[in-house]
């Protein structure tokens, strides 16, 4: 049974209303996806040229993109949805104990793993062609930044002006730019040499306004082209192919470089992977960062590659018994430059594990797509976590996680011509329909 076919099983999915079966409601996820994107980019477009913004102005796009999200969820609500509700009851319940035990509520902390079972069960409304169809002109909208920042730097910088939009809307200080010359977030220039040093640019950010997060949208964009590979046209391979290394160049990133080498290398061995390999991933991982970090003598307190793995190995010791456990609020300051300390001081060492083993586990390997997205994404995530909890930002997560849902409600066990010709058409035209 193809993708196409078979992205939803009969069998197990509740009627739903005939208006809502109508394909000209298909559009609704895709907005919600690409307005995750790019709405950061339109509120600093507004305060650069009409009128400052605050972070309240962030707040309620976000809340209204989520609640957007889950109006449409419930509304077409299918049974596999259910375990994922089941998981934003966990992170409320954790949530509410924090809170007993700190005195203290952060919305953040509750709004970090909300992304997951939001656009996870998003991605489960959507069909094969939408889902390529948002990809593909997410990538283009994201290359046009490029192409805008490298062509003409001053008129970005007067676009967006992101010096102020970050001083505005996430409390910045001038002084937290190294380079107060520039209008440009404040890893837009390195203290070292460029990673492509024959890309004589500063590092770029396109839609984003910051380069981390580019990076980790090349590393996204890598496990999308390495999964759906069989199943895309000619031109949507080629572009996607140029589109990543334009990407990977222009963001300079060390880690979305090394993670976007070992998704090809794992998608390229994936038949002799053992099933659901991505259990070990993480702790692999960190395990593999201790050893480094030990064997190099690698110091913290620089703000680079090296410098994050050691700051994550030298927390990793410090944590006692209730940063482990989530019920202390110690070293939220320390935890800003590891994604993994962050998440264990603010969801504790067992929800960082039940939503590991969600991920995993949440999707079947029902094709080699599904085991190849789903090994890419397990190697972005637990590399991500060594330097940063950027990864969480819903610029990212959306895509990510709209692509895995589609696959965690796709029944697919083999990918035929049929398919590809559909993905193929729906890659041409965003609205055309599923056959």
Same mark, same amino acid.
């Given at each position: ?9 009969? %069998?197990?999915?509740? $009627? ?55 109006? #449409? ?25 924090? *809170?007993?035990?700190? @005195? ?13 079972? +939001?656009?996870?069960?998003? @991605? ?8 390529? =169809?948002?990809?593909? *002109?997410?990538?283009? *909208? ?28 996430? @409390? ?5 730019? !190294?380079?107060?010359? /520039? ?12 990673? #492509? ?8 950010? %396109? ?7 580019? =990076? ?16 895309? =046209? ?8 140029? /589109?990543?290394?334009? !990407? ?8 979305? !470089?090394? %993670? ?45 590659? $090296?410098?994050?793995?050691?700051? +994550? ?8 018994? $209730?940063?482990?456990?989530?019920? %202390? ?12 300390? #962050? ?18 586990? =949440? ?7 599904? $085991? ?54 729906? /890659?041409?035209?965003? @609205?055309?329909?599923?056959?």
């Amino acid at each position: 049974m193809a993708i196409a076919a078979a992205h939803r099983d009969p %069998s197990t999915r509740e $009627q739903v209303p005939a208006e809502l079966s109508n394909d000209r409601y298909a559009w609704i996820p895709v907005a919600i996806v690409i307005a995750a994107v790019v709405f950061n980019a339109v509120i600093a477009i507004l305060n650069a040229n009409v009128r400052p913004m605050t972070a309240n102005a962030v707040i309620l796009c976000e809340v209204a993109i989520l609640g957007a999200a889950h109006a #449409y969820v419930l509304a077409r609500f299918d049974r596999p949805m259910l375990l994922w509700y089941a998981y934003i009851g966990f992170v409320l319940a954790f949530a509410t104990m924090r *809170v007993l035990a700190t @005195g203290t509520f952060e919305p953040k902390f509750v709004r970090d793993l909300l992304m997951i079972p +939001t656009f996870v069960m998003l @991605g489960m409304t959507m069909t094969l062609p939408r889902v390529v =169809g948002c990809v593909l *002109v997410l990538q283009a *909208v994201v290359v046009a930044g490029i192409v805008l920042e490298a062509v003409s730097l001053r008129a970005f910088e007067t676009l967006f002006m992101v010096k102020e939009y970050y001083i505005n809307t996430r @409390g910045m200080f001038s002084d937290d730019f !190294t380079n107060e010359a /520039s209008g440009l977030f404040v890893s837009a220039t390195r203290p070292d040499a460029r990673f #492509y040093p024959f890309f004589d640019l500063h590092r770029m950010s %396109s839609i984003f306004l910051e380069p981390v997060s580019l =990076g980790h949208f090349a590393t996204i964009m890598v496990c999308f082209t390495v999964a759906f590979w069989p199943l895309l =046209g000619m031109a949507a391979r080629a572009f996607l192919i140029a /589109s990543i290394v334009l !990407t990977m160049f222009a963001s300079d990133g060390r880690a979305a !470089t090394m %993670s976007a080498v070992l998704i090809i290398l794992a998608a390229a061995f994936g038949r002799l992977l053992p099933r659901n390999i991505a259990l070990v991933v993480l702790p692999l991982i960190l395990a593999f960062t201790v050893a480094v970090v030990v064997a190099a003598d690698f110091k913290t307190g620089t703000d680079d590659f $090296q410098g994050r793995l050691a700051h +994550t190995q030298h927390w990793l010791a410090m944590l006692e018994i $209730q940063d482990y456990l989530g019920v %202390s609020n110690r070293f939220l300051p320390e935890a800003e430059d590891s994604g993994i300390i #962050y998440l264990i001081v603010t969801q504790s060492v067992l929800g960082v594990i039940a939503m590991w083993l969600l991920i995993v586990l =949440g999707m079947p390997e029902d094709s080699s797509v599904h $085991q190849r997205y789903k090994n890419g994404i397990c190697l972005y995530i637990g590399l991500a976590m060594m330097i940063s909890f950027s990864f969480v930002t819903i610029k990212t997560a959306a895509p990510l996680w709209m692509i895995y849902g589609f696959l965690a409600a796709a029944t697919v066990r083999s990918v035929d011509d049929e398919a590809a010709r559909a993905v193929t058409r729906g /890659s041409r035209e965003l @609205g055309s329909k599923e056959p």
